[in-house]
């Protein structure tokens, strides 16, 4: 079982890598032919880049690592309910899955509660700054 969990951990970990970095090499290949540069001088309106400080990408950040590991919890809780379904009555895997799908749970209230957290401090944040 634990070679499985550390396949899986690592496929997850080289599809994570390809999609963070690899994507992103790959869109920035553009030569920029037939862009028409501002006069002003704007190179990011003439890019057409987003013009997004790094305090917004930092709170996107968060907000994507929130979202995983909340979609790992809720992975994590049909591993427990699959792996009590599968116990065949064996008490050992139903207590196993039983503390798998309790500390998911456990998890998964932790990351809602800090996204919750994020999003509050992010809008009061903003507020001010306005």
């Not at 290949?29 to 930092?58: C, H, M, Y």
């Amino acid at each position: 079982m634990k070679k499985i969990a550390w396949k899986t951990a690592g496929w997850l970990a080289i599809l994570v890598f390809n999609f963070l970095f690899l994507a992103r090499r790959v869109v920035a290949q553009d030569d920029f032919q037939g862009v028409q540069f501002d006069p002003d001088g704007n190179i990011a309106k003439a890019t057409k880049l987003p013009t997004r400080s790094p305090v917004e990408v930092t709170i996107r950040a968060i907000q994507w690592g929130l979202g995983f590991l909340g979609l790992a919890a809720v992975i994590m809780i049909m591993y427990g309910g699959f792996t009590w379904m599968t116990a065949a009555g064996n008490e050992e895997r139903v207590t196993k899955a039983k503390n798998i799908i309790k500390f998911s749970v456990i998890g998964l209230i932790i990351t809602l509660t800090s996204w919750a957290f994020v999003t509050f401090v992010i809008a009061r944040v903003s507020d001010f700054s306005t």
